[in-house]
């Protein structure tokens, strides 16, 4: 067996795109231990509930990138539903936490509510699922409080709506700054090196690579 397959097998993952948004709601999973986590459960929680169920795993946790509706919309609704915790993302999007319900009706979202995780993320921290560990960067610009999830075992990152395939965050939303952006990716994304495959919070995802050498907001183009 190869170390590339050894890798690939301690990680199961399942992309439900949920919201009017399309946002990659993600359920990922520790082979060994079969517990999992729900990254992001924006909304449509009973297709969120249905792919666990297909995937037969233990969801133990919420992991929450950041504060926007299509984000957190169904993490209260699951977080009662599974009784798990939820961690993230960074305090500074405690300001959005505490209106999702206004959020919700600007996009004709109901049902949903304001909440407070069980634990907030800041840069350096950890968190784990089964024998999976990944770490905290605190990288602001889309939203102050957005935290991507890195694991260095498997060269694998959950960066949010920070970085897209081809494109970056969108900055002209409450908190949101270009430049402190683009300084997160600089300083905190591309160091994590070319072969970092992640998934982002809309759309396919890349590597970081790939958008180093032609995401025109990096390369110098735009
Ligand atoms: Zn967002
Ligand atoms: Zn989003």
Redesign the pocket.
Known sequence: MTDASETKAKAGAAIIPVTLFQQNCMLLWCEATRRAVVIDPGGDVPQIQAAIAQANVTVEKIWLT?G?I??VGGAAELRDALKVPIEGPHPADKFLLDHVVESGANYGMTGVRNFAPDRWLDEGEQVHIGELTFDIFHCPG??PGSVVFFSKEMRFAHV??VLFNGSV?RTDLPGGSHATLIASITDKLLPLGDDVQFIC?HGPGSTIGHERQTNPFLNGAM
Do not use: N
């Open positions: 950041h926007h299509d984000h889309h939203s949010g709506d965050g919070g």
